[in-house]
């Protein structure tokens, strides 16, 4: 096998693993038998920002390519709505052949280029938490690769034990081969997006609190500007949407679907394109631009769903030093952590190029998925400023303290204690996660640094 260095999104952390490619089942298995003493971990698009798909010094086991989007490994019932998918298969993929067919994945994340694998096993979520839950809730059933090369059938009633950690569980269960996903039928591929901008923190929280119309709306999101201060603190751009009806356009291909990407990020950016005062200029050109009274308009599925996704390699914006995505959620009543966690960054003059809120919906049975009933921010700072760890340490226990946690598919920072007090099922998972690989095969850079297993 060769080796090959790695790295998570957000370009940080590099180590090297042997690394093996293999799609099928019978290879993913034949590579099962030659992982040496570090273990394996599965690997889809290499999406996770940190080093979830890592695995230093031992084997990583590549399942998908980013090319696959011709004969995709798909079965589809338009009677029932349910998608049988190879794990390796991406949401690109799958958009490209449900949306010209009237259909649309359950739940997106910001980018389509994540596998059916990596969705199950990071859990992820989108602008429709709040309505519809995580992709887990979506699941019917999955395939499971175990590490003693058994194959296992899951789903919420059969094995629901098993199904519910391997949800969540960041691939140290078991490879996904397999699963059948519900989707959601849509009319256009438009969506119907109203767009409002809000002058500060408090507009923010009231606009999207379960009190108001919110819930009114699939999807909803806000970005906010983390750089804002005095009586414009947290100010944000919210935009809420549903699918757009037949009714609601006027077009002669109502399902036209057209992913294809615009641009490229150059192969080489100084550290510190982004920084201070160009990310205080783009969130103040961002701010104006949009409409001060609300304004409603169509979007395509592309546009609102994964604008970042029309520039190839954008993580290549913040140079060779990478950025750490950051994740956290907090219960829906303590909006005074949310407040003051914006004033430390906004005090501390670290900006996010992208910082969105969103207001999340129950949890599901998972005991490893990040989303609970409360608030998530997500931010992106560059890897490299000064600081940065005391800063996001003192973040840290404001979140731990509220009774909240972080997400660990795009975590590249929290010590293990924060997983610990963050997650109140680890014990029970790590007890499933046991049963499922006794021999503690599934590792990865991840699951070192949080002590999610045991050894080196």
């Not at 100010?235 to 002669?252: K, P, W």
């Not at 680890?426 to 590792?443: F, I, Y």
């Amino acid at each position: 096998m060769p080796h090959k260095r790695l790295s998570g999104w957000g370009r940080t952390a590099w180590t090297v693993a042997d690394v093996v490619s293999a799609r099928e089942p019978d290879a993913i298995a034949h590579a099962l038998t030659e992982v040496g003493p570090r273990g394996a971990i599965a690997r889809g698009l290499g999406r996770s920002y940190g080093a979830a798909a890592q695995n230093a010094g031992g084997t990583v086991i590549e399942i998908a390519s980013e090319t696959d989007y011709e004969g995709a490994d798909i079965t589809f019932s338009p009677e029932t709505g349910i998608i049988d998918v190879a794990s390796s298969v991406s949401l690109d993929a799958i958009l490209r052949f449900s949306v010209p067919r009237g259909w649309f994945v359950p739940v997106t994340p910001g980018t389509r280029f994540v596998t059916v694998g990596g969705a199950i096993a990071s859990d992820v979520h989108g602008k429709n938490h709040h309505v519809d839950g995580s992709f887990g809730q979506h699941v019917r059933s999955m395939t499971v690769l175990l590490s003693n090369g058994e194959v296992v059938e899951l789903s919420p009633h059969q094995n629901p034990e098993w199904f519910w950690a391997t949800v969540g569980g960041m691939g140290l269960t078991g490879i996904v081969l397999r699963a059948q996903v519900a989707l959601l039928p849509i009319e256009t591929s438009q969506v119907l997006v109203e767009t409002e901008r809000l002058g500060n923190f408090d507009a923010v929280c009231a606009a999207m609190s379960a009190d108001g119309d919110d819930d009114r709306y699939r999807y909803s999101v806000c970005w906010v500007d983390l750089l804002a201060t005095g009586a414009s603190m947290g100010r944000g751009v919210l935009t809420r949407g549903n699918h757009a009806q037949l009714s609601e356009v006027s077009s002669d291909e109502p399902l036209k679907y057209d992913p294809r990407l615009r641009v490229s990020a150059p192969g080489w950016v100084p550290n510190g394109l982004l920084n201070k005062l160009s990310i205080r200029a783009f969130n103040e050109v961002w701010y104006r631009k949009a409409p001060s009274q609300r304004h409603v308009g169509c979007e395509s599925i592309p546009a609102f769903f994964h604008p970042l996704d029309g520039v190839t390699n954008w993580n290549r914006l913040y140079g060779n030093q990478g950025f750490i995505q950051y994740q956290f959620i907090v219960p829906l009543d303590r909006t005074d952590v949310l407040r003051r966690v914006i004033e430390t960054f906004s005090e501390a003059g670290v900006g996010s190029f992208l910082a969105v809120l969103k207001r999340m919906g129950p949890q599901n049975l998972a005991p490893m998925s990040f989303p609970t009933e409360g608030w998530t921010l997500t931010l992106d700072m560059a890897a490299g400023l000064k600081g940065l760890p005391e800063l996001l340490a003192r973040v840290d226990a404001m979140v731990l303290d509220a009774g909240g946690r972080h997400y660990l598919a795009k975590d590249s920072h929290v010590a293990p204690s924060a997983v610990r007090r963050g997650y109140p099922r680890l014990d029970e998972w790590l007890s499933v996660r046991e049963a499922m690989d006794p021999a503690g095969m599934w590792r990865s850079d991840l699951s070192r640094r949080l002590g999610l297993v045991q050894g080196a």
